[in-house]
């Protein structure tokens, strides 16, 4: 019994310290409905979008926790900044996914993406939403300039 308790407990935290860890990217993003060019540039998407009254503004987020593990971006610590600029390359953005090229552990190169998701667009503005459990709504997390 009491080791099934134990168990169950430290399980438990398992799961709440992976979903408090999730990557950058963990929720859906919806920000690509509303944006259009969007852009890469070094750990900054840029992007042109909707306001609630239907104007368009050039807005920007830094991108959070995406790094190059051997030529592929991989989604790591939200509360990192980005690195994966300073050894990938050629970037684009089509919808909510970005893709570049990434220098290999052994110095070759490779073509990679991943998805950013976890932006939305709230009112022309990019910002990084995460889900509050307790509520089961969607929080925004504090940005980082």
């Known amino acids: ?56 503004v050039y807005t920007n987020i830094r991108l959070r926790g995406i790094e190059n593990i051997d030529g592929r971006l991989v989604a790591t610590n939200p509360n990192r900044v980005s690195n994966f600029y300073q050894t ?27 998805a950013l998701d976890g932006i939305d667009n709230v009112d022309g503005s990019l910002r990084y939403y995460a889900p509050n459990v307790a509520s089961r709504r969607f929080a925004p997390l504090p940005q980082m300039y």
């Open 88 to 114: 990938c390359g050629r970037f684009s953005v089509r919808g909510n996914v970005l893709r570049a090229t990434c220098r290999t552990r052994n110095g070759g190169l490779r073509n990679t993406a991943i």
């Open 1 to 56: 019994m009491k080791r099934t308790l134990f168990a169950a407990i430290s399980f438990g935290i398992t799961c709440i310290g992976v979903a408090l860890n999730a990557p950058a990217n963990a929720a859906p993003s919806t920000y690509q409905n509303t944006c259009r060019n969007m852009n890469v540039v070094e750990d900054v998407l840029e992007a042109n979008c909707l306001t609630r009254d239907g104007r368009e």
